[in-house]
Nanobody, 123 residues
Framework: QVQLVESGGGLAQAGGSLRLACVASGRTFSNNNMGWFRQAPGKEREFVAGIYWTGGRTYYADSVKGRFTISRDSAKNTVYLQMNSLKPEDTAIYYC????????????????WGQGTQVTVSS
């Protein structure tokens, strides 16, 4: 089992930036993929960004490409999400996720979830 703890959410103005962090503990060696999802009120949880733990290859949802950057620090078992040029539609609870699957992150394949951190972007 992997435990995930997020930090870094908060309030930002449109055009501003926030950085999220997710620290993993437990059976971290079993993860192939880590990343971020988000869920806005009344909407389904959606994929945001993912990173392959080995090699560090990244992939993004079209809605955040060019604005968000995912990275990892293997020594600290930590994944980051740098969010720039924030928009009001980025407002959501952001969840860290880990998966043992070798495929890209999907909700149904996530084995471990963090507790979520609120991101609010004002216009």
């Amino acid at each position: 089992q992997v435990q995930l703890v997020e930090s870094g959410g908060g309030l930002a103005q449109a055009g501003g930036s926030l950085r999220l962090a997710c620290v993993a503990s437990g059976r971290t060696f079993s993860n192939n993929n880590m990343g971020w999802f988000r869920q806005a009120p009344g909407k389904e949880r959606e994929f945001v960004a993912g990173i392959y733990w080995t090699g560090g290859r990244t992939y993004y949802a079209d809605s955040v490409k060019g604005r968000f950057t995912i990275s990892r620090d293997s020594a600290k078992n930590t994944v980051y999400l740098q969010m720039n040029s924030l928009k009001p539609e980025d407002t959501a609870i952001y969840y860290c996720a880990a998966s043992t699957s070798s495929s890209r992150l999907q909700v149904g394949q996530v084995g471990s979830w963090g507790q979520g951190t609120q991101v609010t972007v004002s216009s």
